[in-house]
T-cell receptor, first 110, second 117 residues
Framework: SQQGEEDPQALSIQEGENATMNCSYK?????LQWYRQNSGRGLVHLIL?????REKHSGRLRVTLDTSKKSSSLLITASRAADTASYFC??????????FGQGTRLTINP | GAVVSQHPSRVICKSGTSVKIECRSL??????MFWYRQFPKQSLMLMAT?????????EQGVEKDKFLINHASLTLSTLTVTSAHPEDSSFYIC?????????????FGPGTRLLVL
């Protein structure tokens, strides 16, 4: 079953603005990962944050993790048209399996 | 980074036929591969976990006799959709997990779009 809930389901912003997506989960985790999927394509791994970490950066990406609230956020700064994609969080509970959220469809308008 | 390929990328078949999808790790050995199914505008649903040299572990609700998985080597896993029906039409994605070092990251293939007529 999908334990990750993401919001918003869809987000449309202007190029240059920041985009924030949120993910909530239900069970304890070892780590949480964010992936990007362009339409009809496979997934690209963006960033992994472990359960003992609170924040992580990678380029224009910033991920936070709050294990007390069982939630994570992905911030994309200075968005570009090429950032248009679906973004999924996935939790790893330690059974080697990833459980994906429902995803956020992000549209960057030029 | 690690590369995972899938073949074919797209397949159209008649109802009742079987379709085989290959998943290969090109530059690393993968003791574990995963098969997912994704319906339009929906998330990925794990179908099964495939370990090299052993039987696959299927998720609840996934018919093992319909979705045959073989992981014969450290670089290849295959998913065969037997007696395919229109409701099996979907996007099938595999991923592979490295066998050494830190095993947290899964590397995903580009997906195979199956259309059953």
């Amino acid at each position: 079953s999908q334990q990750g809930e993401e919001d918003p389901q869809a987000l449309s912003i202007q190029e240059g603005e920041n985009a924030t997506m949120n993910c909530s989960y239900k069970t304890s985790i070892n780590n949480l990962q964010w992936y990007r999927q362009n339409s009809g394509r496979g997934l690209v791994h963006l960033i992994l944050i472990r359960s003992n970490e609170r924040e992580k950066h990678s380029g224009r990406l910033r991920v936070t993790l709050d294990t007390s609230k069982k939630s994570s956020s992905l911030l994309i700064t200075a968005s570009r048209a090429a950032d248009t994609a679906s973004y999924f969080c996935a939790t790893d509970g330690g059974a080697q399996k990833l459980v994906f959220g429902q995803g956020t469809r992000l549209t960057i308008n030029p | 980074g690690a590369v995972v390929s899938q073949h074919p990328s797209r397949v159209i078949c008649k109802s009742g036929t079987s379709v085989k999808i290959e998943c290969r790790s090109l530059d690393f050995q993968a003791t574990t591969m995963f098969w997912y199914r994704q319906f339009p505008k929906q998330s990925l649903m794990l179908m099964a976990t495939s370990n090299e040299g052993s039987k696959a572990t299927y998720e609840q609700g996934v018919e093992k006799d319909k979705f045959l998985i073989n992981h014969a080597s450290l670089t290849l896993s295959t998913l065969t959709v037997t007696s395919a029906h229109p409701e099996d039409s979907s996007f099938y994605i595999c991923s592979a997990r490295t066998s050494g070092g830190y095993q947290e990251t899964q590397y995903f293939g580009p997906g195979t779009r199956l259309l059953v007529l």
